[in-house]
């Protein structure tokens, strides 16, 4: 079918892409990816001769109208990412976006994403979820970004990296108490590690580990109702009692 097609791909096990993601790129006419390498270890192990473009943060300003053309000339075109959903941290935003305003079709071969896979495994609340990506890289950004999060009432969840990831720890646990939190490592993969603590806990432990190899999710419980309104209550209901049996 013409238009453009965005697919998630594995984020590590490459038996995790679904039955239509890999017939929506054996029939695109274009697929669109991060890393031509990366992208074609999938296509190769799965038999599909693609013809892959590369499209990132580099190059994206001279290659995205092209695309664009070979849309408005009726391609049928994949978009991918490296691993997982396309525009969740990864690039594509702006092809979509103009592509609806062209008027070409978009549709969504779905699948993985360590967002999701991440929340499936912390054990800590999904009915509110808040999807931070990546932290700012440096401490004061990181800090303003971390106290602006702080009053969302919800499960924080963010994407780290190994050599980021204690210094994160101890911010997050600064700016947000100590929560509930999740430390999900390689998620899929050989060495797929899930640790469940607190923030402090957390914290405390990778600071003194070895750095952690691999691709990290951190998944943050919600702020925990203040122990006073819960005491508020408690007053205010007692007082309510004493004005009924008057
Ligand atoms: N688009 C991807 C998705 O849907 O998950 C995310 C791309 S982002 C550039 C890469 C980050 O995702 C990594 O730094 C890590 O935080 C997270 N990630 C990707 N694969 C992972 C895995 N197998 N286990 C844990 N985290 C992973």
């Given at each position: 079918r013409p238009g453009l097609h965005v697919v998630s791909t594995p984020?590590?096990?490459?038996?995790?892409?679904?039955l239509r993601a890999l017939t929506t790129l054996a029939a695109a006419d274009l697929v669109v990816c991060e890393d031509t390498r990366v992208t074609s270890r999938l296509t190769n192990h799965y038999g599909i001769e693609a013809s892959l473009v590369a499209y990132n943060d580099h190059n994206a300003p001279r290659v995205r109208p092209q695309i664009l053309e070979r849309l408005a000339q009726g391609a049928a075109v994949a978009l991918v990412s490296?691993?997982?959903?396309?525009?969740?941290?990864?690039?594509?935003y702006k092809l979509v976006r103009d592509a609806i305003e062209e008027g070409i079709a978009v549709s969504s071969a779905p699948g993985a994403s360590a967002a999701l896979a991440a929340l499936t495994v912390a054990?800590?609340?999904?009915?509110r979820f808040f999807f931070e990506g990546f932290l700012p890289p440096k401490d004061g950004a990181r800090a303003n970004r971390l106290a602006e999060l702080k009053a969302v009432p919800a499960t924080l969840v963010f994407y780290e990296s190994g050599p980021r990831l204690a210094g994160s720890l101890a911010a997050m646990a600064t700016a947000l108490g100590d929560r509930a939190a999740t430390v999900a490592r390689?998620?899929?993969?050989?060495?797929e590690t899930v640790y469940r603590g607190t923030l402090v806990s957390l914290a405390t432990d990778f600071a003194v580990a070895e750095e952690p190899r691999g691709e990290i999710v951190v998944v943050v419980g919600p702020p925990v109702e203040e122990r006073a309104s819960a005491d508020e209550m408690e007053a205010s209901l007692s007082s309510a009692l004493d004005t009924l049996s008057v």
């Amino acid at each position: 079918r013409p238009g453009l097609h965005v697919v998630s791909t594995p984020i590590g096990n490459l038996a995790d892409v679904t039955l239509r993601a890999l017939t929506t790129l054996a029939a695109a006419d274009l697929v669109v990816c991060e890393d031509t390498r990366v992208t074609s270890r999938l296509t190769n192990h799965y038999g599909i001769e693609a013809s892959l473009v590369a499209y990132n943060d580099h190059n994206a300003p001279r290659v995205r109208p092209q695309i664009l053309e070979r849309l408005a000339q009726g391609a049928a075109v994949a978009l991918v990412s490296d691993a997982g959903t396309p525009m969740v941290s990864d690039p594509g935003y702006k092809l979509v976006r103009d592509a609806i305003e062209e008027g070409i079709a978009v549709s969504s071969a779905p699948g993985a994403s360590a967002a999701l896979a991440a929340l499936t495994v912390a054990g800590l609340p999904t009915d509110r979820f808040f999807f931070e990506g990546f932290l700012p890289p440096k401490d004061g950004a990181r800090a303003n970004r971390l106290a602006e999060l702080k009053a969302v009432p919800a499960t924080l969840v963010f994407y780290e990296s190994g050599p980021r990831l204690a210094g994160s720890l101890a911010a997050m646990a600064t700016a947000l108490g100590d929560r509930a939190a999740t430390v999900a490592r390689e998620l899929t993969k050989a060495y797929e590690t899930v640790y469940r603590g607190t923030l402090v806990s957390l914290a405390t432990d990778f600071a003194v580990a070895e750095e952690p190899r691999g691709e990290i999710v951190v998944v943050v419980g919600p702020p925990v109702e203040e122990r006073a309104s819960a005491d508020e209550m408690e007053a205010s209901l007692s007082s309510a009692l004493d004005t009924l049996s008057v």
